[in-house]
């Protein structure tokens, strides 16, 4: 751990259930920070946007700005300008991310890309109906991640990722995903500290898209027993984390950072 300069932190169940602070995370965080550690948070996240999602732990008392974060729609557009500039793209998502998704054009019909973001009550019948002839018509798909569920304070919510798979084997297409667990939305995030992959932490509660993903991409890999974390999803990985704590709170002991 002596070698790490960076930190990699999912937001949704690592330091919040449903944007409430979960204990310990503040301070926690607070002490990476103190012992000039880079952070960013990376987020498959797609109901809000980076000035939101900034805002709103702002507010719960995390010290982080909009440039901290870093989120699948960003993410996306950054995929969508340098492979189809110019394209017209059907955007199938819950939430207004409109602000992290630059200038790209969004049509109803005749799509060159169709993009999917994160579930919600507009994934319906008719929507993925829509979205799966324009694949036959033979539009691209790029998704923002590959997420089956996410953890509320109401319990764990479908995601996108379920629907996803039913597209891809539908119309014989396979996604470019954009967020975790892709290689390049890693790597975006440890260009932005100036950190190699070998001086680079990455805590998620996500054991395949976070963590075990992270891994692959040359960083160490912390899973934390919170969030969407289950025991069984855990033994059942197709690899094993190379640490496994209870909560964020624990990730400052875990770097050898004393208390402040």
């Known amino acids: 751990m002596e070698s790490v300069r960076a930190v990699l932190i999912d937001i949704d169940g690592?330091?919040?259930?449903?944007?409430?602070?979960?204990?310990?995370?503040v301070e926690a965080l607070a002490r990476i920070r103190g012992a000039g550690l880079g952070v960013v948070l990376v987020t498959n996240t797609t109901s809000r946007s980076r000035a939101s999602i900034a805002r709103t732990l702002s507010g719960a008392g995390f010290e982080v700005d909009?440039?901290?974060?870093?989120?699948?729609?960003?993410?996306?557009?950054?995929?969508?300008?340098e492979h189809y500039p110019g394209a017209r793209c059907a955007l199938l998502n819950s939430g207004d991310v409109g602000a992290d998704l630059?200038?790209?054009?969004?049509?109803?019909?005749?799509?060159?890309?169709?993009?999917?973001?994160?579930?919600?009550?507009?994934?319906?019948y008719a929507a993925l109906n829509r979205a799966f002839g324009q694949l036959q018509r033979g539009a691209r798909l790029v998704a923002m991640h590959r997420?089956?569920?996410w953890r509320t304070d109401s319990g764990l919510q479908l995601d996108s990722g379920a629907f996803l798979l039913g597209l891809e084997r539908a119309a014989r297409?396979?996604?470019?995903?954009?967020?975790k667990p892709s290689r390049a939305f890693f790597e975006a995030a440890l260009s932005r500290l100036g950190a190699g992959a070998d001086q680079a932490l990455m805590v998620g509660d996500d054991i395949e898209?976070?963590?075990?993903?992270?891994?692959?991409?040359?960083?160490?890999?912390?899973?934390?027993?919170?969030g969407k974390y289950r025991p069984e999803t855990h033994e059942n990985a197709s690899g094993t984390p190379d640490h496994?704590?209870?909560?964020?709170?624990?990730v400052p002991a875990l770097l050898g950072l004393a208390q402040q």
């Open 209 to 226: 898209s976070d963590v075990l993903a992270a891994q692959r991409a040359g960083l160490t890999g912390v899973l934390v027993r919170t």
């Open 102 to 124: 630059g200038d790209i054009t969004v049509v109803d019909d005749g799509a060159d890309v169709v993009v999917l973001g994160g579930a919600g009550p507009e994934f319906d």
């Open 147 to 149: 997420n089956l569920y």
């Open 14 to 25: 690592v330091l919040t259930v449903s944007w409430k602070p979960l204990p310990g995370a």
């Open 173 to 179: 297409v396979e996604a470019e995903v954009t967020g």
């Open 244 to 250: 496994v704590v209870d909560s964020f709170a624990d």
């Open 66 to 81: 909009v440039e901290d974060v870093l989120t699948a729609p960003a993410a996306t557009a950054v995929h969508l300008a």
